[in-house]
């Protein structure tokens, strides 16, 4: 049983969505797995899937005879430690306070993420009143896990865990994805030890590789041979679009507050659905990107 599970270890596969903003992937759910095998050293290959970018399985974990999806037991992060292959928390996984927090990540943050994105549906009539309990909670959840940090470099036992995987996708792309105008964004900015934190591990896992391996400088995406057997949706077929990083400069010049949310909350969640203008999925997955820690 061991040597199914180093097996399994050795030969992962990552599908996510397509990287922007200078992140791997600026998918909110995809960039904290990411993250999580990044911290736990694990070997894996990146690719992006480009056919069915809205399937809610994805992110999603593959290999020979293992697949881990986004939309079963819990997610893909709790799905690698329930079937033993890669468990950074099980010396904090009972800890009370432990799990506090996490759970706050995944409601008062996840919930402010969406919100800034426009992926949470919120009527007009509520949408004031929603608004404002939606940063009140933020702030709280910011000032909390600022206090919990301290000097430290990851929140418990100074060892990463899943919650510092799921607080760094969430902080970066919070700080890289959102416009300098965001609420959210400016309500992080707050507390600098978070922002340093961010930084910190960014550069230490995203931006210390070389640019072969950097899959946001490489024009390539692809799926592995072995993918979801049932798709919750059919491909999209997308225009060309111009370059992100012009538009989302230009929206931040010319709009206000609401209008530059709102439009590179629109440009994220297009950057999650469509393809790019001068790639094509490669189905037989023979450009996957290789992360050898």
């Given at each position: 049983?061991?040597?199914?599970?180093?097996?399994?270890?050795?030969?992962?596969?990552?599908?996510?969505?397509?990287?922007?903003?200078s992140?791997?992937?600026?998918c909110p759910?995809?960039?904290?797995?990411?993250?999580?095998?990044k911290?736990?050293?694990?070997?894996?290959?990146l690719?992006y899937?480009?056919?069915?970018?809205?399937?809610?399985?994805?992110p999603?974990?593959?290999?020979?005879?293992?697949?881990?999806?986004n939309?079963?037991k819990?997610?893909?992060?709790?799905?690698?430690?329930?079937?033993?292959?890669?468990?950074?928390?099980l010396?904090?996984?009972?800890?009370?306070?432990?799990?506090?927090?996490?759970?706050?990540?995944?409601?008062?943050?996840?919930?402010?993420?969406?919100?800034?994105?426009?992926l949470?549906?919120?009527?007009?009539?509520?949408?004031?009143?929603?608004?404002?309990?939606?940063?009140?909670?933020?702030?709280?959840?910011?000032?909390?896990?600022?206090?919990?940090?301290?000097?430290?470099?990851?929140?418990?036992?100074?060892?990463?865990?899943?919650?510092?995987?799921?607080?760094?996708?969430?902080?970066?792309?919070?700080?890289?994805?959102?416009?300098?105008?965001?609420?959210?964004?400016?309500k992080?900015?707050?507390?600098?030890?978070?922002?340093?934190?961010?930084?910190?591990?960014?550069?230490?896992?995203?931006?210390?590789g070389?640019?072969?391996?950097?899959?946001?400088?490489?024009?390539?995406?692809?799926?592995?041979?072995?993918?979801?057997?049932?798709?919750?949706?059919?491909?999209?077929?997308?225009?060309?679009?111009?370059?992100?990083?012009?538009?989302?400069?230009?929206?931040?010049r010319?709009?206000?507050?609401?209008?530059?949310?709102?439009?590179?909350?629109?440009?994220?969640?297009l950057?999650?659905?469509?393809?790019?203008?001068?790639?094509?999925?490669?189905?037989d997955?023979?450009?996957?990107?290789?992360?050898?820690?």
């Amino acid at each position: 049983m061991d040597e199914v599970i180093q097996k399994e270890r050795q030969h992962l596969t990552l599908v996510t969505r397509k990287p922007c903003f200078s992140l791997p992937t600026a998918c909110p759910s995809c960039l904290p797995v990411y993250i999580y095998l990044k911290f736990a050293n694990v070997p894996f290959d990146l690719c992006y899937n480009l056919t069915y970018p809205d399937s809610d399985q994805i992110p999603y974990v593959d290999s020979d005879t293992y697949v881990a999806y986004n939309n079963e037991k819990g997610g893909v992060i709790e799905s690698l430690k329930e079937d033993n292959i890669v468990n950074l928390d099980l010396e904090v996984q009972s800890l009370p306070e432990w799990v506090s927090i996490v759970a706050m990540i995944n409601s008062w943050l996840l919930d402010a993420i969406l919100y800034e994105l426009w992926l949470l549906g919120i009527s007009k009539d509520t949408a004031e009143r929603r608004e404002e309990e939606i940063y009140r909670r933020a702030t709280i959840a910011y000032q909390a896990l600022s206090t919990k940090l301290g000097e430290e470099s990851f929140f418990f036992d100074n060892r990463p865990t899943s919650l510092d995987a799921i607080f760094l996708g969430h902080a970066l792309i919070t700080l890289y994805a959102l416009p300098e105008t965001s609420m959210l964004r400016g309500k992080l900015l707050e507390q600098p030890n978070l922002v340093l934190y961010a930084d910190k591990h960014k550069a230490e896992l995203l931006d210390s590789g070389s640019s072969s391996s950097d899959p946001s400088s490489s024009s390539s995406s692809s799926i592995p041979k072995r993918g979801p057997s049932n798709w919750s949706s059919k491909p999209k077929s997308q225009p060309p679009k111009r370059e992100r990083t012009e538009e989302e400069k230009n929206f931040r010049r010319k709009a206000k507050y609401f209008l530059v949310t709102q439009l590179v909350a629109v440009l994220v969640f297009l950057s999650l659905l469509g393809g790019s203008d001068d790639t094509e999925v490669d189905a037989d997955g023979d450009d996957d990107f290789d992360y050898d820690n």
